[in-house]
């Protein structure tokens, strides 16, 4: 005769068999399962807990949100439920929120190696890549060779500048995972190609199984740049087109709202404005070097960090981040017309004193650091207003190498307009034209260097630019690719060199196939070249 099942038991099933489903990737089974649990013990953390991580992969945002809150109210210190939460609120955009939750997620002192790299994740989606490094690292002390905490680790060790240890884990990931996207094109990107080994690999694996656009991106730029590395200028460009169009289908660019951004910053940010009201603290530490990305920011930061009152302190988000605390701005955009309304009512001191609190770990303990996030041309005027001690380096660069340049990377998640040639070319458009109004507006109040000149005649560009800096000469500024600290960006291996010319024109190689690209180039801007 069979023994009655108590409640525990069968709550004990329904807990297995939901996880399991999960598991499996049957998302109606597990939710099914949440549902009997729930309904018998409306109380039962895990069941809570499970309905979230279901409506995480159901991409059911809000339901998650409730799920994970409903947990934290029921157990208080569920290290798990906070750090799912602390990166929801960071990936809507809800920074204080996200401060709290990550607050309570840390004070746990967790073990489980799954919140460590949530963890990991949500303070790099912070800029604080330091801390992600012990989080990512004690994930994987945790739980050893396992592929997706072996992978966040390798791309924090890319943004502190260790390429050969990251591409050793690369490595160690397609050992164990051999269809590994993102670490088969991270591995591309650390090392220059001299062979086609990889490249037949990474393109058996982009067609030998039906691939999700995201993951075909990454073996299709990957691939591309291997052939680059190659000089196979036709088949890299059609590898650079098939990633670019993958990626295009995984992202949403809202080019209109894109344009009424642009257009609020020309109608809403002037010298009138500047002069209005209090201006912030008169902070002389920080430089900003910005602009477009892949235009040079890496060569000017190493010219300007190898002085020795200088540090670089990386791409950091602190910025926008001080904004959106000081104003509760919520949306997951990173810029928008709101963001830029929310900036132009924000307390020009308290901006400043915040972007210094939240930046004091990463600046060194040098007179000045350097803050190498390009999308800062943004903010040129909040820079001037919260920080007028502050120093700001823009970087200019012909439009069809700037534009081709960004055309042919795989970002993370920003630059969505550079994965279709006309998109592109339009958004420098803006941008150029942005550039022009903040020197009508602001005449002299920030620097403008050349990447072609600086490339072409190194010392006397550097010279002009350590003289606008206010800092001593020092000839360690030429011989930037000796300095042994980290590099940040997809251009680590080229600093690495001296400066050179081989990227000037790159983009004339193809010529015919970027013909969308260079009409939009020539009507809007004019555009010639020789």
């Known amino acids: 005769m069979n023994q009655p099942v108590s409640e525990e038991q069968q709550l004990q099933q329904l807990l297995e068999q939901g996880f399991a489903a999960l ?3 049957d998302i109606p089974g597990a939710g099914a399962c949440c549902k009997k649990a729930l309904a018998i013990r ?5 069941a809570h807990f499970l309905t979230g991580l279901v409506a995480l992969e159901a991409q059911e945002r809000r339901i998650a949100f409730e799920a994970f809150l409903s947990v934290t109210k029921l157990d208080p210190e569920h290290p798990a439920a906070w750090a799912h939460l602390a990166r929801l609120f960071m990936s809507d955009g809800q920074v204080n929120k996200a401060d709290v939750a990550l607050k309570k997620a840390l004070a746990t002192k967790s073990k ?5 790299d949530l963890l990991g994740v949500t303070l790099s989606l912070m800029g604080e890549y330091g801390q992600a490094r012990g989080c990512f690292e004690r994930a994987n002390r945790l739980r050893p060779n396992h592929p997706p905490f072996m992978l966040n680790l390798a791309n924090n060790l890319v943004y502190h500048g260790e390429n050969d240890d990251a591409a050793t884990l690369f490595r160690d990931i397609i050992s164990i995972q051999p269809n590994s996207p993102q670490a088969h094109w991270a591995l591309a990107a650390s090392r220059k190609a001299k062979e086609h080994q990889h490249i037949g690999e990474m393109a058996r694996l982009a067609a030998g199984i039906k691939q999700h656009p995201r993951a075909a991106a990454f073996y299709w730029y990957g691939i591309g740049k291997e052939l680059e590395d190659l000089q196979e200028w036709d088949d890299a460009f059609e590898a650079f087109a098939r990633g670019a169009k993958a990626r295009r289908q995984t992202v949403e660019f809202d080019e209109t709202a894109e344009a009424e951004m642009f257009d609020y910053l020309h109608s809403h940010f002037n010298s009138d404005w500047l002069q209005q009201g209090d201006a912030g603290a008169e902070n002389r530490a920080p430089i900003f070097v910005l602009g477009q990305p ?6 000017v930061e190493r010219i300007i960090t190898s002085h020795s009152q200088v540090t670089s302190a990386g791409e950091l988000q602190q910025l926008g981040l001080a904004i959106r605390r000081l104003s509760n701005y919520t949306d997951p955009k990173r810029f928008s017309k709101a963001f830029f309304e929310c900036a132009r009512d924000a307390d020009p001191t308290k901006v400043g004193a915040l972007y210094m609190q939240t930046t004091e770990k990463m600046r060194g303990d040098t007179p000045h650091f350097v803050d190498k996030l390009p999308q800062n041309y943004l903010l040129v005027p909040i820079i001037l207003k919260a920080m007028p001690g502050a120093k700001i380096v823009h970087l200019v660069r012909d439009p069809m190498d700037a534009c081709f340049a960004s055309f042919k990377q795989l970002f993370a998640d920003a630059y969505l307009h550079s994965y279709e040639q006309e998109e592109m070319a339009r958004h420098h458009v803006r941008y150029h034209r942005l550039m022009q109004h ?9 620097f403008d260097i050349s990447y072609e000149e600086t490339a072409r005649d190194l010392e006397p560009n550097a010279r002009a630019l350590i003289d606008f800096l206010e800092l001593g000469w020092e000839d360690a500024c030429l011989n930037f690719h000796q300095q042994d600290s980290a590099v940040s960006t997809a251009s680590a291996s080229q600093v690495r060199e001296p400066a050179h010319t081989r990227s000037i024109g790159r983009w004339r190689r193809y010529e015919k196939q970027l013909e969308p690209m260079l009409g939009v180039l020539r009507e809007e801007l004019d555009y010639r070249y020789e």
């Not at 409306?42 to 895990?46: I, K, Y």
């Not at 489980?112 to 460590?116: K, L, Y």
């Not at 903040?438 to 920030?446: A, I, K, N, S, T």
Request: hydrophobic content about 30%; glycine content about 10%; cysteine-free.
């Open 23 to 25: 598991n499996q990737g």
């Open 42 to 46: 409306p109380e039962l953390v895990p």
């Open 294 to 299: 892949r235009t040079g920011t890496t060569l």
């Open 438 to 446: 903040w020197r009508e507006q602001f005449p002299g109040q920030f």
């Open 112 to 116: 489980d190696p799954m919140v460590q």
